[in-house]
């Protein structure tokens, strides 16, 4: 299976301030049409999970332009330009181009 | 407005049998693929299985032979049959659309396994 590894797991913010999550998969998650399958999720405190970015860095209707994502390959970033404080959850990412499909462990982003 | 809403999580017995259902709407369901993912307390998201549109399944070694994903699409109406349950399939299940894009949740649904 594909393991995908992210950092931090734990990341408190000040509000207004920049965060960055790292996601690496253990393959390439680049499929055979040429598109890396990477999806970013937001789970906030009692709530299903969220889509945000999808293929690396297509942004979800409705979602902050403050939210971007970049990589390919094996190597992925989720950056949060100005925290605010909606933005407390835990965000998952997620590879869609292997069997079985696999999520990180997720990272935790609180406010300092 | 595209909703999915989960139903048919309960408390059981190991050992015991369960049927979720994941009733679409919004959408015309028989053109998308389906996904059942699950989250353990306080743990993280754990792809279940998956069926597309033309009722290929796919499924995680964890609950390959045990778990049975199916769809109705005259009914709009996503299945997971969960036989011989065991402690550790105690989550709160989730079903969304598609199999690699997953854009749309439902609120999910409560399993508990205890005696």
């Known amino acids: 299976d594909v393991v995908m590894t992210q950092s931090p797991l734990s990341l408190p913010v000040t509000l207004g301030q920049p965060a960055s999550i790292s996601c690496k998969s253990s393959?390439?998650?680049?499929?055979?049409?040429?598109?890396?399958?990477l999806i970013w999720f937001q789970q906030r405190p009692g709530q299903s999970p969220r889509r945000l970015l999808y293929k690396v860095s297509n942004r979800d209707s409705g979602v902050p332009d403050r939210f971007s994502g970049s990589g390919s390959g094996t190597d992925f970033t989720l950056k949060i330009s100005r925290v605010e404080a909606e933005d407390v959850g835990v965000y998952y990412c997620?590879?869609?181009?292997?069997?079985?499909?696999?999520f990180g462990q997720g990272t935790k982003v609180e406010i300092k | 407005e595209v909703q999915l809403l989960e139903s048919g999580g309960d408390l059981v017995q190991p050992g015991g049998s369960l049927r979720l259902s994941c009733a679409a709407s919004?959408?015309?369901?028989?053109?998308?693929?389906m996904t059942w993912v699950r989250q353990a307390p306080g743990q993280g998201l754990e792809w279940v299985s998956g069926?597309?549109?033309?009722?290929?399944?796919y499924y995680a070694d964890s609950v390959k032979g045990q778990f049975t994903i199916s769809r109705d699409n005259s009914k709009n109406t996503l299945y997971l049959q969960m036989n011989s349950l065991r402690a550790e399939d105690t989550a709160v299940y989730y079903c969304t659309r598609g199999l690699a894009g997953m854009d749309v949740w439902g609120q999910g649904t409560t399993v508990i396994v205890s005696s």
């Open positions: 393959e390439s998650l680049v499929d055979s049409d040429g598109n890396s399958y």
């Open positions: 997620m590879q869609g181009a292997h069997w079985p499909r696999t």
């Open positions: 919004g959408f015309t369901f028989a053109s998308y693929a």
């Open positions: 069926i597309s549109k033309n009722d290929i399944t």
